[in-house]
C-alpha cells in the first residue's frame, strides 16, 4: 500500500513571489507551488495538500493559527502516515514548539520545513526541502510503525527536535541549530536516523490540548537595564508568566529592585522562568552568587530550553493547568523532550 502524506501550506519564503516592480516578497497560493515542482508527482506515494487560509509571513504566526495546524493533524490523524507542514523559517522553531505540546503522544511524523529562497527561484533550497521532509513523513520500520513519532524540523540536510531547534542564520541554507540536542537524522545518500535521539513515548494515544494563554512576556537581561522599564511586565494584570533571558548559567545583575519587583509577581501568583542568552549549555541557579535569590524567589529554571520551547511551553501550561503550582511542577519535567530532565 502506499504511504499517505498530508502536506499543510502556511506560507513562507518557499511558496513567496517576487513583486514585478518592488522585488518584495509575498506569500502566494499553494498551486504556484504544486506548478513549481513537478517532482512530487513523481513519489511513489498519495500526496494531498491543504492550505491554510491566506498564506503568509511566518512573522505573522500566532496561536489561533498553531491551533488550526494542529487541528488539521488530529482531524487526518488516522487516514495519513505522516504530516509536513510548510511554513516561514523564521518563526518555525516556535510553531515546532508549540506544537509538540499541544498533540502529545504522536506516533506519526509532524515534520516541518522551507526555505531560505522561493522555489521559484533557480537555486533555491526549497525542493530539497521539501522532498526530503515527505519521504521522513512517510518513513517507516521494519514492522510498518513511524521512524520519527513526533514534531521536528527538517532544513538543508539535517533532521531536528522541533522544540530543541532555533533560528541561526537570516541568510545561510543551514538556517537551524539544535545546540542542545542531536540531529535526529542526517539526509544525504540515505536518510541516516539517530535512532536513540528519537522520541520514544510512554504516551498510548495523541492526547490533543490546544489551549494557549498568551498572557506571557519575555525580558532579555543587559548590563544597565532599568527596572522601571519593565515594572508593567511584572504586573499580574498584565501578564501570567515572564520567561527571563539571563546571562551564561542563570545570573542577572544583583539588582535589589529587581528582586523586589520579582518577589511582588511571584506573590500575586506569576511564573518566572530562567533561561540563559547561550545558545549552548543550561542554568544552573545557585551556581554563583548572582542566581542565587532566584531560587529563593521560586523563580524556575529552564536548565536547557530554547526561548522558543519556553515561550510556548508556558503559553501551554497556563491554557491548560488548574492552579500556578502545576504550572510550575509541569514546566520542571520534560513533556515532549524539549529539556534536559537531570
Ligand atoms: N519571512 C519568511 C517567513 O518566515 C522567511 C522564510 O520563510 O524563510 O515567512
Not at 487516514?79 to 504522536?106: P, R
Request: aromatic share 10%; proline share 3%; with cysteine.
Amino acid at each position: 500500500m502506499k504511504s499517505k502524506v498530508l502536506l499543510i501550506y502556511t506560507g513562507g519564503t518557499i511558496g513567496m513571489i517576487e513583486h514585478p516592480e518592488t522585488g518584495v516578497l509575498t506569500a502566494f497560493d499553494f498551486d504556484h507551488l504544486n506548478k513549481q515542482i513537478p517532482e512530487l508527482s513523481k513519489l511513489d506515494m498519495e500526496l494531498k495538500a491543504v492550505s491554510l487560509g491566506m498564506p503568509i509571513d511566518s512573522s505573522d504566526m500566532n496561536p489561533v493559527i498553531w491551533q488550526d495546524i494542529a487541528q488539521q493533524i488530529v482531524d487526518n490523524y488516522e487516514d495519513y502516515d505522516g504530516f509536513v507542514v510548510l511554513h516561514g523559517s523564521d518563526t518555525m522553531a516556535y510553531s515546532a514548539s508549540a506544537l509538540s505540546f499541544m498533540l502529545q503522544g504522536l506516533k506519526k511524523p509532524v515534520i516541518f520545513t522551507g526555505s531560505q529562497l522561493p522555489i521559484g527561484t533557480i537555486r533555491t533550497d526549497g525542493k530539497e526541502n521539501l522532498i526530503t521532509s515527505i519521504e521522513i513523513a512517510a518513513s517507516k520500520d521494519s514492522d510498518g510503525n513511524a521512524i520519527v513519532r513526533e514534531v521536528a524540523i527538517y532544513f538543508e540536510y539535517s533532521l531536528y527536535r522541533g522544540n530543541r531547534t532555533t533560528k541561526v542564520s537570516a541568510n545561510a541554507f543551514e538556517a537551524f541549530l539544535s545546540p542542545n540536542y542531536p540531529e535526529l537524522a542526517i539526509a544525504g545518500v540515505d536518510i541516516r536516523y539517530n535512532t536513540d535521539a528519537l522520541l520514544k513515548t510512554r504516551k498510548r494515544q495523541l492526547h490533543f490540548n490546544p489551549k494557549m494563554d498568551d498572557r506571557v512576556a519575555l525580558m532579555k537581561i543587559f548590563p544597565g537595564f532599568s527596572t522601571k522599564v519593565y515594572e508593567g511586565l511584572f504586573d499580574i494584570e498584565q501578564t501570567r508568566a515572564v520567561v527571563i533571558e539571563s546571562f551564561g548559567s542563570g545570573n542577572v545583575p544583583n539588582n535589589s529592585a529587581f528582586y523586589e519587583l520579582i518577589e511582588q509577581y511571584t506573590g500575586d501568583g506569576g511564573v518566572v522562568i530562567n533561561t540563559t542568552q547561550c545558545y549552548t549549555g543550561n542554568v544552573e541557579q545557585g551556581k554563583y552568587a548572582n542566581s542565587t535569590t532566584f531560587n529563593k524567589l521560586g523563580v524556575i529554571s529552564g536548565s536547557d530550553i530554547t526561548t522558543e520551547a519556553a515561550i510556548t511551553k508556558i503559553m501551554y501550561l497556563l491554557g491548560n493547568c488548574t492552579s500556578t503550582d502545576d504550572v510550575k511542577a509541569h514546566f520542571e519535567q520534560s513533556l515532549a523532550g524539549e529539556k534536559n530532565e537531570g
